[in-house]
């Protein structure tokens, strides 16, 4: 079956901008994951969501950034106010219910500030 | 402060030889591991699970745990040179599902 999409593949926007990322969860799956890659470096748990339960906003390194998902499925993460170092790879992940499901990922979004 | 520690490498083996690569974590209460290869530019794959201490076995792979000594490593027999790409480490610790990385080890498979 399909994996998780992400959309756009690359975002280039200019510094101050606000920026929206998509992502699409496997089929089925209910829980939903937002992570971020800088060069080099492994991956930094942005948010979590399960089902119709409160989001896990732990991960979030300001209120600049937000997300949420619609209807158990896609899910938006939105970066207003863009900063440089807001430039990563923004990665998706989903699995099914269950403590130990593995998580997997998609392709994610490349995103570079100027 | 949670930690996933790996070397990063790089760490360098003969075609046909066995890789082995090392993680540590600091948290006690982790509960599942998880090994991830990603090849540049790519998201993240996974290769192996494993939650009790001990060995799983998976084709080359092995995935080694001891909670004891908080270290899970992962050794590949009969490396290929398309085994070369970087290994993330993950935890996921009780009670939450976010998994913490490691930076990751790069391994390299010379021909």
């Known amino acids: 079956g399909a994996g998780v999409s992400q959309s756009p593949s690359n975002k280039v926007t200019e510094k101050g901008k606000d920026v929206e990322l998509r992502c699409d969860p496997i089929?089925?799956?209910?829980?939903l994951y937002w992570y971020r890659q800088s060069l080099g470096q492994g991956l930094e748990f942005l948010i979590y969501?399960?089902?119709?339960?409160?989001?896990?906003k732990s991960g979030l390194p300001s209120d600049r950034f937000s997300a949420e998902r619609t209807g158990g499925s896609v899910s938006t993460l939105t970066i207003q106010r863009t900063q440089q170092e807001d430039s990563a790879v923004y990665l998706c992940?989903?699995?099914?219910?269950?403590?130990?499901?593995?998580?997997?990922f998609g392709d994610g979004t490349r995103l570079s500030i100027l | 402060q949670k930690e996933v520690e790996q070397n990063s490498g790089p760490l360098s083996v003969p075609e046909g030889a066995i890789a082995s690569l090392n993680c540590t974590y600091s948290d006690r209460v982790s509960q599942s591991f998880f090994w991830y290869r990603q090849y540049s530019g790519k998201s993240p794959e996974l290769i192996m699970s494993?939650?009790?201490?001990g060995d799983k076995e998976d084709g080359r792979f092995t995935a080694q745990l001891n909670k004891a000594s908080q270290y899970v490593s992962l050794l590949i027999r009969d490396s290929q040179p398309s085994d070369s790409a970087t290994y993330l480490c993950?935890?996921?610790?009780?009670?939450?599902?976010?998994?913490?990385f490691g930076s990751g080890t790069r391994l390299q498979v010379q021909p």
């Open positions: 992940a989903s699995s099914p219910t269950g403590a130990n499901q593995p998580q997997h």
């Open positions: 089929s089925g799956h209910t829980a």
């Open positions: 993950a935890v996921r610790d009780t009670g939450r599902r976010a998994l913490t």
């Open positions: 969501f399960q089902g119709n339960s409160a989001p896990d």
């Open positions: 494993i939650y009790s201490n």
